[in-house]
């Protein structure tokens, strides 16, 4: 049997992911992303586009993964004034996170790697990662702290030369660099507007809508990103997260 060498789980056959495992796969990342608006210029699917493609190179750098399919959609509540946006309850999202990981433990995975790439996602992440770990025999772990996810955004916008910093990222010059170097056609160059500036109020972003902070829907300039910063930003977090996946399975 010839093997593809592709890391990403749903495009291999059966056979091709048990043998990977009798080989000494075993970790599955899964990212947790959305179907929701990010302004006037970015896809719906930007925090799932971005979950297929951290998942995938962070699965590369452990050499011993692959990557699942991305979870979607999920809690984006506070974008449905803004029409394609799709939403789910928290304990809906929590629910099809609890299958993937039993689904991922009984085929013999060991650790389960939880990516959420979408803000509303972070919590019910959070909450729900314990309360499975307690239940299967796989390790969970559930790279979920938001502030660190931002953190590691504007470090990337920063180590490709871009002097922008981004309080509270949406649809700004962090994520727009992130589809330009996915996939550059889905970026609507002649709709690049800035949004809300400046600081933000997150809880009230998610107690009034986005509507309430920005009528276009998005956060900072999206007029600064770049190729090179999206890939910059891609690689940061990959790395990042495959570092401390490493800790945590060494740990185990």
């Known amino acids: 049997m010839s093997e593809r060498t592709t890391v990403r789980l749903a495009e291999r056959t059966w056979p091709e992911v048990e043998s990977a495992l009798e080989s000494g796969t075993r970790t599955a990342v899964?990212?947790?992303?959305?179907?929701?608006?990010?302004?006037?210029?970015?896809?719906?699917?930007?925090?799932?586009?971005?979950?297929?493609?951290?998942?995938?190179r962070i699965a590369e750098k452990l050499g011993d993964a692959l990557a699942a399919p991305t979870i979607r959609p999920g809690c984006s509540g506070h974008h449905m004034e803004f029409p394609g946006t799709i939403t789910v309850?928290?304990?809906?999202?929590?629910?099809?996170?609890?299958?993937y990981?039993?689904?991922?433990?009984?085929?013999?995975?060991?650790?389960?790697?939880?990516?959420?790439?979408?803000g509303g996602n972070f919590a019910p992440v959070n909450t729900v990662a314990p309360e499975v770990a307690r239940d299967i025999d796989a390790n969970v772990i559930a790279l979920a702290d938001l502030d660190e996810n931002m953190r590691l955004m504007n470090e990337g916008l920063r180590s490709a030369g871009v002097e922008y910093e981004e309080p509270v990222i949406h649809a700004g010059a962090a994520e727009t660099a992130i589809v330009l170097a996915v996939n550059e056609g889905?970026?609507?160059?002649?709709?690049?507007?800035?949004?809300?500036?400046?600081?933000?109020?997150?809880?009230?972003?998610?107690?009034?809508?986005?509507?309430?902070?920005?009528?276009n829907g998005v956060l900072g300039d999206p007029r600064e990103a770049t190729v090179e910063a999206g890939e910059e930003i891609l690689e940061t977090i990959a790395t990042a997260y495959a570092d401390r996946i490493e800790a945590e399975r060494d740990a185990a």
């Open 89 to 99: 309850p928290p304990e809906t999202l929590m629910d099809l996170v609890r299958s």
């Open 30 to 56: 899964v990212a947790v992303g959305s179907v929701e608006q990010h302004g006037p210029h970015l896809p719906l699917l930007m925090d799932t586009l971005a979950g297929d493609e951290l998942s995938r």
């Open 101 to 118: 990981c039993e689904s991922l433990d009984e085929h013999g995975f060991e650790f389960v790697v939880l990516v959420p790439t979408h």
């Open 186 to 215: 889905l970026v609507d160059t002649d709709e690049l507007a800035v949004g809300t500036e400046g600081e933000i109020s997150v809880a009230r972003l998610l107690s009034e809508g986005f509507k309430s902070i920005t009528e």
